[in-house]
């Protein structure tokens, strides 16, 4: 399986990175395209950063995930690379504001999405960088609802990973799924990322 080479990190642009055209990125190799900047840092807040993906190194990691799902994997190599492309994620699926927490500290989520209305939308998410084979437990998913409790102006918690999770747990949860809970699994993420690019 080609590789992704995650292990050479990324980090958030300064604005000072060159421009990268679509183009640019369709003729460079798997092991090329993940050193890139995914996201700009529009401001720092207390929560983290408020960032923007920059579309077109987003789009070609998603090209290849489109095209091999497997791919998803090569993220638990990396655990904030998936963390940042999940933000920009959220981005582009029309979130007003996306705040990236910081790798550490961050109170059990990883992205804090708002969407602005007639009513504030508040998601927070904790992203889980799984290899093949390792599930979410169940425990995971208790300390993301205790995340979401405790956060009285949350809307809805969702853990998002690129494997699954484990035996029971939707069915521990069934009575808040799709409405105070979301469980994303690697199938579920390539499937909501093609209705973000539907929309787009």
Known sequence: MPGLSLGLGLGLTNNSAPAVTRETLEGLSHDLVLPMELLD??????DGRIVKALINPWQSIFD??????????????NHRVFEEFIAGAYEKAGFDKVVLTPPSGDLGRDIIAEKHGLLTVRVLDQCKAFSKGKLVSANDVRAMMGTLFREKDAS???VTTTSDFAPRVRNEWKEFLGNKLELRNGLDLIEWM???QKKS
């Open 194 to 196: 093609k209705e973000i």
């Open 64 to 77: 290849q995930l489109r095209k091999n799902p497997e791919l998803l994997y090569e993220f638990s190599q």
């Open 156 to 158: 809805k918690a969702v």
């Open 41 to 46: 840092v529009v401001a720092t807040v207390e």
